[in-house]
């Protein structure tokens, strides 16, 4: 650990080194190790709603007559290696907002362009790391809420030592800056801002008071010191995708929450705690946020339930700002990305769930009750079934509910710790299973699967890798590469067309790739991916309502090796009937694009950038900043 930079490790590496994984016995592969981009490729991969099995010169085909009859309103833009945004001939871009800057009239001059901003103002401004938003109008106000995921700490304690907090005013810092922004928005002649100080404005930090429902709640699991009838929470942590509900409130997602606890002490007893633990990857030293040395609620020695009230999906009503905050522990505790959701024939609400770390799984939520327009939405997040997903390898698949007879655990406990659950059910491991986006003109949903370099990788007995749980990393048929680099995106549509229904069939909509590296096979990706849209790690996705796929990367942008002609990250546009997929925008060195909504006239797209290198966006000598940019087209039409 000493000799390793954490600030630079990404949270699944940090969970590697921390927590090395168990190597479990191979046992009987699904796939072939030697599947090719002439056979196996053209067996998963198939597009419009047919989802037969189709050979690789039916799909060049298919490619051909989709760039004669593209739905596309642009032309491809080329891959860029620069320290900016770049969009196609036709559009224009603007920052909305970035890190530091106002939300109330107080805060005005806060952000200092060489030492960022102080404790006093820490939650009166944008927080850092824009990830997932959702834009609501509330009685014809645009009111956008942004998760703020991580903090980047050499950059937001420029005056500490590296990053490291020396002291818990540093750390209220830190905590300030991650959560929800809650702000209204509006479209002047100087384009789209902030309006500083409107009574939408709010933080939502790892700091707010909030509550729980569902079969958690209450129980000792959740006690603490600070609220020992286990019904209370406080903040929201490592925010990353998010979602919203058919009745206006908006769900945050806690994915990697593990790193923020440590231990001053000895680590629990506790045998359920310490196997929790061990799962969720919770160990005495931390990512390097060292809020256990100054602030005792993150010390696992004096609060050893603390870790239990974070891993959750979060409600959050955007009109009104006094509301409080509620944890659905019914959605179930992991690292979750975000909150998809469709409503099932007969009007019971579905969310669907990935859990993002190598080997994890997806999860999918239905309501026992019926949504309304109008009526009691107070169930239907917190009484229903909780299920986790089997691919098999005929193109088909199941949900499984966690139930106490079928897991052996209490409903509590299933809520607490899910992974368990789904390793007790066989849920299929996956690549990383990162946003879920529903078509809202055709019943199927969607998956980033991002990327897992441990996939399939065997040591010199032959043993491979497994997940913490110990379920194997084998190939299978729906993630179907080993050492996977490049992630794909997994495709299903429900029995009968029923979001509820148990069985489902798939495909796979696109795997990345790099065909000018590899002229065949799986690494070549599917005959979607070209020299012309090469791109790695399919992270975050929305789908407009036209039913174009907008996907957003977070991998790789060395622009090197198996990753040469792809350039920095980026978000590409993708036609589910054709199958064509064509770069849409780029985002500046060091980042990753994440987050994607739209305003309510459809001719503004909001577009997050994320973690970016110097000098972004304020120029040289500046402190880089996280920012979300409006997207126009310069004729004012609409956009996605």
Same mark, same amino acid.
């Given at each position: 650990?000493?000799?390793?930079?954490?600030?630079?490790?990404?949270?699944?590496?940090?969970?590697?080194?921390?927590?090395?994984?168990?190597?479990?016995?191979?046992?009987?592969?699904?796939?072939?190790?030697?599947?090719?981009?002439?056979?196996?490729?053209?067996?998963?991969?198939?597009?419009?709603?047919?989802?037969?099995?189709?050979?690789?010169?039916?799909?060049?085909?298919?490619?051909?007559?989709?760039?004669?009859?593209?739905?596309?309103?642009?032309?491809?833009?080329?891959?860029?290696?620069?320290?900016?945004?770049?969009?196609?001939?036709?559009?224009?871009?603007?920052?909305?907002?970035?890190?530091?800057?106002?939300?109330?009239?107080?805060?005005?001059?806060?952000?200092?362009?060489?030492?960022?901003?102080?404790?006093?103002?820490?939650?009166?401004?944008?927080?850092?790391?824009?990830?997932?938003?959702?834009?609501?109008?509330?009685?014809?106000?645009?009111?956008?809420?942004?998760?703020?995921?991580?903090?980047?700490?050499?950059?937001?304690?420029?005056?500490?030592?590296?990053?490291?907090?020396?002291?818990?005013?540093?750390?209220?810092?830190?905590?300030?800056?991650?959560?929800?922004?809650?702000?209204?928005?509006?479209?002047?002649?100087?384009?789209?801002?902030?309006?500083?100080?409107?009574?939408?404005?709010?933080?939502?930090?790892?700091?707010?008071?909030?509550?729980?429902?569902?079969?958690?709640?209450?129980?000792?699991?959740?006690?603490?010191?600070?609220?020992?009838?286990?019904?209370?929470?406080?903040?929201?942590?490592?925010?990353?995708? %998010?979602?919203?509900?058919?009745?206006?409130?908006?769900?945050?997602?806690?994915?990697?929450?593990?790193?923020?606890?440590?231990?001053?002490?000895?680590?629990?007893?506790?045998?359920?705690?310490?196997?929790?633990?061990?799962?969720?990857?919770?160990?005495?030293?931390?990512?390097?946020?060292?809020?256990?040395?100054?602030?005792?609620?993150?010390?696992?020695?004096?609060?050893?339930?603390?870790?239990?009230?974070?891993?959750?999906?979060?409600?959050?009503?955007?009109?009104?700002?006094?509301?409080?905050?509620?944890?659905?522990?019914?959605?179930?505790?992991?690292?979750?990305?975000?909150?998809?959701?469709?409503?099932?024939?007969?009007?019971?609400?579905?969310?669907?769930?990935?859990?993002?770390?190598?080997?994890?799984?997806?999860?999918?939520?239905?309501?026992?009750?019926?949504?309304?327009?109008?009526?009691?939405?107070?169930?239907?997040?917190?009484?229903?079934?909780? %299920?986790?997903?089997?691919?098999?390898?005929?193109?088909?698949?199941?949900?499984?509910?966690?139930?106490?007879?079928?897991?052996?655990?209490?409903?509590?406990?299933?809520?607490?710790?899910?992974?368990?659950?789904?390793?007790?059910?066989?849920?299929?491991?996956?690549?990383?299973?990162?946003?879920?986006?529903?078509?809202?003109?055709?019943?199927?949903?969607?998956?980033?699967?991002?990327?897992?370099?441990?996939?399939?990788?065997?040591?010199?007995?032959?043993?491979?890798? %497994?997940?913490?749980?110990?379920?194997?990393?084998?190939?299978?048929?729906?993630?179907?590469?080993?050492?996977?680099?490049?992630?794909?995106?997994?495709?299903?549509?429900?029995?009968?067309?029923?979001?509820?229904?148990?069985?489902?069939?798939?495909?796979?909509?696109?795997?990345?790739?790099?065909?000018?590296?590899?002229?065949?096979?799986?690494?070549?990706?599917?005959?979607?991916?070209?020299?012309?849209?090469?791109?790695?790690?399919?992270?975050?996705?929305?789908?407009?309502? %036209?039913?174009?796929?907008?996907?957003?990367?977070?991998?790789?942008?060395?622009?090197?090796?198996?990753?040469?002609?792809?350039?920095?990250?980026?978000?590409?546009?993708?036609?589910?009937?054709?199958?064509?997929?064509?770069?849409?925008?780029?985002?500046?060195?060091?980042?990753?694009?994440?987050?994607?909504?739209?305003?309510?006239?459809?001719?503004?797209?909001?577009?997050?950038?994320?973690?970016?290198?110097?000098?972004?966006?304020?120029?040289?000598?500046?402190?880089?900043?996280?920012?979300?940019?409006?997207?126009?087209?310069?004729?004012?039409?609409?956009?996605?």
């Amino acid at each position: 650990m000493k000799d390793v930079d954490t600030t630079k490790m990404s949270a699944d590496d940090w969970d590697e080194l921390n927590f090395p994984r168990p190597e479990v016995q191979e046992f009987d592969r699904v796939v072939e190790r030697a599947i090719s981009r002439r056979g196996f490729l053209g067996g998963v991969l198939a597009f419009g709603s047919g989802a037969a099995v189709m050979g690789t010169s039916f799909l060049k085909g298919t490619t051909a007559v989709a760039q004669q009859m593209s739905r596309f309103a642009f032309e491809q833009l080329a891959p860029q290696t620069d320290g900016t945004v770049h969009v196609p001939e036709g559009y224009s871009w603007n920052v909305l907002v970035r890190w530091g800057d106002p939300l109330f009239s107080d805060a005005e001059g806060a952000f200092d362009p060489q030492n960022a901003v102080s404790v006093e103002m820490s939650d009166r401004v944008f927080g850092e790391n824009t990830d997932g938003m959702e834009l609501f109008n509330v009685d014809g106000h645009e009111v956008l809420v942004v998760n703020s995921e991580y903090t980047n700490r050499d950059i937001n304690l420029p005056h500490t030592d590296g990053g490291t907090p020396g002291s818990l005013d540093d750390v209220r810092i830190l905590q300030n800056f991650q959560g929800v922004s809650v702000m209204e928005i509006a479209e002047g002649e100087a384009g789209w801002s902030v309006v500083v100080d409107s009574p939408f404005n709010r933080r939502i930090t790892h700091l707010t008071d909030m509550t729980f429902d569902g079969p958690a709640a209450g129980h000792d699991l959740l006690k603490t010191d600070a609220d020992p009838t286990g019904m209370a929470s406080m903040g929201t942590f490592n925010n990353c995708g %998010s979602g919203r509900t058919p009745w206006g409130t908006y769900l945050t997602c806690e994915e990697n929450f593990n790193g923020y606890f440590g231990a001053t002490g000895d680590m629990p007893s506790d045998e359920v705690v310490a196997a929790g633990y061990r799962r969720y990857g919770i160990g005495a030293d931390g990512w390097g946020y060292d809020y256990h040395k100054w602030d005792a609620r993150f010390d696992v020695t004096m609060n050893p339930n603390e870790p239990h009230r974070a891993g959750w999906i979060v409600e959050i009503d955007p009109a009104n700002p006094e509301a409080t905050p509620v944890k659905h522990t019914a959605l179930g505790r992991f690292k979750h990305e975000n909150a998809a959701y469709a409503l099932a024939p007969d009007g019971r609400v579905v969310v669907y769930m990935g859990d993002d770390e190598r080997g994890e799984f997806m999860y999918r939520w239905v309501s026992r009750d019926v949504y309304v327009p109008g009526g009691d939405t107070s169930t239907l997040l917190s009484e229903g079934t909780l %299920s986790v997903a089997v691919f098999e390898d005929d193109m088909t698949g199941r949900w499984v509910a966690l139930t106490p007879e079928a897991t052996g655990m209490d409903a509590a406990s299933i809520a607490v710790f899910t992974r368990t659950a789904g390793s007790a059910v066989g849920a299929t491991t996956m690549d990383r299973p990162e946003w879920i986006a529903v078509n809202p003109t055709a019943t199927e949903a969607y998956c980033c699967l991002t990327n897992n370099s441990r996939r399939g990788v065997t040591t010199d007995d032959g043993s491979v890798r %497994s997940n913490a749980g110990g379920d194997p990393m084998t190939v299978n048929a729906v993630n179907p590469r080993e050492a996977n680099e490049f992630g794909q995106i997994v495709r299903w549509r429900p029995e009968g067309g029923d979001h509820a229904a148990d069985g489902f069939s798939w495909d796979l909509y696109v795997m990345a790739g790099n065909p000018e590296v590899h002229a065949d096979g799986p690494y070549a990706g599917t005959a979607n991916i070209n020299a012309g849209n090469l791109f790695n790690s399919p992270d975050g996705m929305q789908i407009d309502t %036209s039913g174009l796929i907008w996907i957003q990367t977070d991998g790789d942008d060395s622009n090197e090796g198996e990753f040469a002609g792809m350039g920095n990250n980026q978000m590409l546009a993708g036609d589910p009937a054709t199958g064509e997929i064509r770069r849409f925008l780029t985002g500046p060195k060091g980042s990753e694009v994440t987050g994607l909504t739209w305003s309510s006239d459809r001719r503004t797209m909001f577009v997050g950038i994320q973690h970016p290198d110097a000098p972004f966006p304020d120029g040289e000598g500046a402190l880089p900043r996280s920012a979300i940019v409006a997207v126009k087209r310069d004729d004012n039409a609409l956009v996605g």
